[in-house]
């Protein structure tokens, strides 16, 4: 069997790994094919809207599901472009002196001398809706991020339903809205290379609370539901570890 | 449901769309108040000394979320509550719920609007801006405001934290209908 892939967090890459990283990104953002960068951010909101958050009725049970979907098909398009990488997760709950919210790899406007960090900004190109622009941030005061305890909060919903529902409405939404910008409205957000590490942040905690919990009270009925356009099924996502990664905080292997 | 409250679905069509629209700016983070809403006195006798309760949430239903993204900081008797004041139990600060919006209506005319019309045999998704849900845990606020009111008023002040040229940056908190829940021991 192969090994696991473990998605790192993003305070822990070291510098040749942050490098592989945009070198990944920025190869991606160089093409316009349907493995390209602006491809897979237009899955999102425009111009293909396929999304899923939170509503009152069924939906609100794809928003973990469809986005974890979503993040592997990325994630193999990005090691595609370099083998060697995984998806990093962005801990909002550091504080500084370890992170001042917008993690530094990201908030760079410029790396190696002058060169443009594509995980600063991306360029959004699209005929229709109209957008041309480059993506940009708002950051809010960093003591307005999710702390450690209300992650913990949220985490200790036993029913999957209070825990969808929070971990989206109070974490997710909120670090959405802080981060401002195009981070900040559905159409445009996931353009913003910042958007996969803090869906990689989301898509973590969720396998936590599954270690935890298992899938709960997960509604059955949706198992064989198809979250389109990836060729996948919710049953397909239910377990990290089938699609090929960890998240956890180290692999040893032990030699037998 | 009040007039004030409801939901207007999709509610700014920004331009016909065809060719020749102008490029669609970038989204900002608005520095002009939202409308705040304060609801009618609501007793709280539920939450009297007498009562016994676990925890108690504010239950907020039918969120529009197709416009602005946005804070929704929840006060409790304090009426005249701004972005500026403070989130604590001593300005009756109770919690805050999030909207991530859709940002305005990028399509054509008609696109936002949420198809109510479905028959049985219908299998496509539902519509992404089908209205949310958001519940904020006052138990501390709501349990200190019993011990000395019998009636309570709930305000929410909006803090716009995303919004496109399409969105409105004034009428953000736009619902169908709020409800305390308790639960005991």
Redesign the interface.
Known sequence: MADLRIRPGVHNMSSAEVSAFRDAYSQMMAITDNRSYGFFAGLH??PG?F?????????AFLFLPWHRAYLYNFELAARDRVSSVTLPWWDWTLRPPRQDGIPKSFADRVVDGNKPNPLFSYRIDLA??????S??R?P?PVDDLPTQAEVEDVLGNADWTDFT??LE??L???V???T??????????AFDPIFWSHHCMVDRLWWMWQVRNGNGNFPTDLLDTVL?PFNMRVRDVLSVNDLGYDYAAAQTVVPI | MGKASRPRRGAKRARPAASGRRTIGAPTRPTTPAKTYTSKPVSVEFAGPSHRFQWADLEILGIDHSEASYEGRVFLNNPKADAKTPRTIDHGYAGSFYIFGHGGCFGDVGHCEVNGHRDAYDFRDSHPLVPTRARVPVTDTLRQLAKTSSEVTITVVPVVTGATELCNTTDVFRFERMRFLTYNP
């Not at chain 1, 401002?180 to 957000?189: D, F, K, P, S």
Request: aromatic residues 2%; glycine residues 18%; proline residues 7%.
């Open positions: 909101g425009v809207g999304c899923k958050h939170s509503t009152q009725s069924a939906p229709n809706p109209p957008i041309h622009q993506t940009r708002e809010g529902l929070a409405g109070q997710h939404n909120r959405h809205g802080w401002g910008g195009h981070m900040g409205v559905v159409a445009v957000a389109a």
